[in-house]
Nanobody
Framework: QVQLVESGGGLVQPGGSLRLSCAASGTIFKVYAMGWYRQAPGKQREMVASITDRGSTNYADSVKGRFTISRDNAKNTVYLQINSLKPEDTAVYYC????????????WGQGTQVTVSS
């Protein structure tokens, strides 16, 4: 099995910054795409950023210019640098990873809370 553990969330003021990290561990043959999603109560989970094994990135329009996703393949870790935080960014942030052994499996972390409030 593969375990994903997010960290770095917390309470910040509007305009502040956070860096989230997600480390994958376990039986990993190859990590393909990794991504960050967020979910607020009563809302569906949405993708905010993703990055392929080749380093190609994609962002939701609402976070472009503020969020930066990166990865360290040697550490099987994905990061999300979040700048200029807005109250509407408040959510539980989850990372996921597509991991291949014989076939592709998608794993999810437990989530880390990001709260943006004055």
């Amino acid at each position: 099995q593969v375990q994903l553990v997010e960290s770095g969330g917390g309470l910040v003021q509007p305009g502040g910054s956070l860096r989230l990290s997600c480390a994958a561990s376990g039986t990993i043959f190859k990590v393909y795409a990794m991504g960050w999603y967020r979910q607020a109560p009563g809302k569906q989970r949405e993708m905010v950023a993703s990055i392929t094994d080749r380093g190609s990135t994609n962002y939701a329009d609402s976070v472009k210019g503020r969020f930066t996703i990166s990865r360290d393949n040697a550490k099987n870790t994905v990061y999300l640098q979040i700048n200029s935080l807005k109250p509407e960014d408040t959510a539980v942030y989850y990372c996921n990873a597509d991991v291949g052994d014989s076939i592709l499996h998608t794993y999810w972390g437990q989530g880390t809370q990001v709260t943006v409030s004055s």
